[in-house]
């Protein structure tokens, strides 16, 4: 701790793309510490970092677009968010700040998956589940009616079982939100995103995917 006060040592994370876990095992899982979980509590003021992290990071496209183009030379920018945007913005609110930022600098794609698409995501997690962020009210939500229905106090939960479970709880809360975030922008489906096998595959799915969008409902 002296030597941390000091400022004599720091501490830095090796976060990388492909390496998201100091992120994820800082964020943790609720549930008894037996089992590698922290207090409900403490997991729900994470979350809010977590919440304002990526608020901020959202709003700091605009910036990053404009260094790439003057520092790199970039003329085209992708900003890969993570899922858990739907959760961070509110996608019915035609003011809300960061979908106003993002869609007035990019162009915001949403891809589409189907019920085999969910089904892959599921398992994929109950295999290796992992932390993430959840909207406030759902969480409590969810955590309150997970305790209820397994008659388990707080320190019994197994933090492993609660988020597989409200991992698909999650996903059929995030769809009707990411339909309200496509009337910001696009949709192309998952299964033509996997069929483009080239930058001229997938620009030609965008232009597709505008010219619907732009072309005159039918009568």
Known sequence: RE????????L????TFENLAPLSIYMGKPGTEANGGIPFQEYRKRQEQHRRSEIAAL???PEFIERAEEIYQYDH?????????????????????V?????????LVWIRGNEAHTQELVQRFDNAPKPMYYHPDFLVSKWTQYLAEQTLQEHQVNPDSFIRWIYA????????????????????????????????????LIGQALAAKAAPEPV
């Open 169 to 204: 709880e999650a996903l059929a809360h995030r769809q009707p939100r990411y339909e309200a975030m496509a009337n910001w922008g696009i949709t192309v489906d998952a299964s033509e995103v996997a069929r483009a096998k080239n930058e001229e595959n997938f620009s030609a």
């Open 99 to 107: 979908l106003k930022s993002l869609s007035e600098t990019a162009l």
């Open 77 to 97: 920018f992708i900003c890969d968010c993570s899922g858990s945007i739907c959760e961070v913005v509110d996608p019915f609110d035609r003011d809300d700040p």
């Open 59 to 61: 709003l700091d496209t």
């Open 3 to 10: 030597l941390l006060l000091s400022d004599s040592i720091y």
């Open 12 to 15: 830095a994370s090796n976060i």
